[in-house]
């Protein structure tokens, strides 16, 4: 199956696995005895699939604005399936409510983030991409822990996906970029973004079906089509990136 959100694809059940262990486990596997993550986005409990693979984990904290959408994949026997029933396992907590106004309020912190929102086609969207709330979130992070971005495609939406980078490394983050091929997608981009130096994992978890320790490192290859391209940090107060975005996917239908 597929899923759409105002027409645009969210996940094909043939192929979300690679997008989703590339999402999550770079990040959680080069933290070692991980308790607690955050999840922004991800109602579809598929990230949350992932996250749970981690013994050590505690809890994992999950918000996303939309009810309707983490009942239905915590519900629905086939989209129970999908996830694993990670929205209803003990370890996790559902928050449904604005990300931004919540890490306004919270007073948490977290080991890591994983952070899941659909692509920036709006300025309401676009706020979640913006320095000002990459610095929000920082604060809800330990010294040595880091959160990652979904960032768009670096192939299809070049521009956009270095912008990312570019309002990261605004916020006093170091940025670790890298990419993952989704049939469904096309390639597509990640950024891990953190106080410290990320480095590679030694161990990953058991059962992946995509990643593994031979081929991770080449993820953080880019080829020449890929490569950084100049842009402007996007701001509350001017979204470069919503700019950016609507001119990469264009070019694509010309």
């Known amino acids: 199956i597929r899923l759409y959100l105002s027409s645009h694809l969210q996940f094909a059940s043939s192929d979300e696995y690679r997008y989703h262990e590339g999402l999550v486990h770079p990040t959680l596997a080069s933290l070692p ?28 904290t999950l918000v996303d604005l939309d009810a309707e959408m983490t009942q239905l994949f915590a519900s629905h026997s ?33 080991d890591a983030a994983i952070i899941d ?6 300025f309401s969207l676009g706020k979640l991409y913006t320095t000002a709330f990459y610095r929000l979130l920082s604060k809800h992070i ?24 570019e309002t990261l490394r605004a916020a006093k983050l170091n940025t670790f970029p890298y990419h993952v091929y ?22 990953l978890p058991q059962g992946l079906r995509f990643l593994n320790r031979k081929n991770l490192p080449s993820l953080f290859e880019f080829p020449n089509d890929m490569l950084a391209l100049p ?16 001119e990469d996917w264009k070019k694509l239908t010309r």
């Open 78 to 110: 086939y989209l129970r399936g999908l996830n694993g029933g990670a929205l209803t396992d003990k370890r996790l907590r559902i928050i449904n409510a604005d990300a931004f106004v919540w890490l306004e309020e919270s007073k948490e912190s977290f």
């Open 33 to 60: 005895g991980i308790r607690r993550v955050l999840i922004l986005g991800g109602g579809d409990g598929l990230a949350a699939r992932e996250v749970l693979k981690y013994p050590s984990l505690e809890q994992v």
């Open 231 to 246: 842009a402007e940090p996007n701001r509350l107060n001017d979204q470069s990136l919503v700019r950016y975005y609507e």
């Open 117 to 122: 929102f659909p692509d920036p086609t709006n």
């Open 182 to 203: 989704v049939p469904s997608f096309g390639e597509w981009g990640f950024i891990i973004a953190g106080k410290g130096q990320w480095r590679q994992p030694d161990t």
């Open 142 to 165: 330990g010294e040595n822990g880091f959160f990652v971005v979904q960032s768009t495609s670096p192939l299809f939406a070049r521009q956009s996906f270095w912008c990312i980078v």
